[in-house]
């Protein structure tokens, strides 16, 4: 099987289960780079406080343990944060594809 066809379907399994842990390890595995990593987080949270509250400790944990860059975890830290706490995206700030946040790529179908 191509890899990316595994990794795409790695990534479903873990989003259609809300499995943040899931993305998580597909990410420190390799099978995810930084964007698919926070794509699949957004996907697996959307619409549930209770996991996107869990992927966020989760991130934190793996940050800690050294297994996700910095960069790497406040870029998904703060997506997620958008996520959990704006209470409607700004999507009419962002128009140029470059300085939109993962989410509003998201929302808009561009990831």
């Known amino acids: 099987m191509h890899p990316t066809i595994a990794t ?11 499995e943040p842990k899931a ?4 990410y420190t595995c390799d099978q995810l780079d930084e964007d698919q990593l926070v ?10 406080t209770e996991i996107t509250g869990e992927a966020l400790s989760l991130l934190d944990q793996y940050h800690r343990r050294g297994m996700i860059d910095t960069s790497v975890f406040l870029t998904a830290k703060t997506e997620l944060n958008l996520l959990m706490f704006s209470s409607q995206p700004n999507f009419s700030a962002a128009t140029d594809r470059s300085t939109m946040t993962a989410l509003d790529r998201f929302s808009r179908g561009l990831m």
């Open 23 to 26: 993305v998580l390890e597909a």
């Open 8 to 18: 795409a379907r790695l990534a479903n399994i873990a989003i259609v289960l809300n």
């Open 39 to 48: 794509f699949a987080l957004l996907a697996c949270c959307r619409g549930n």
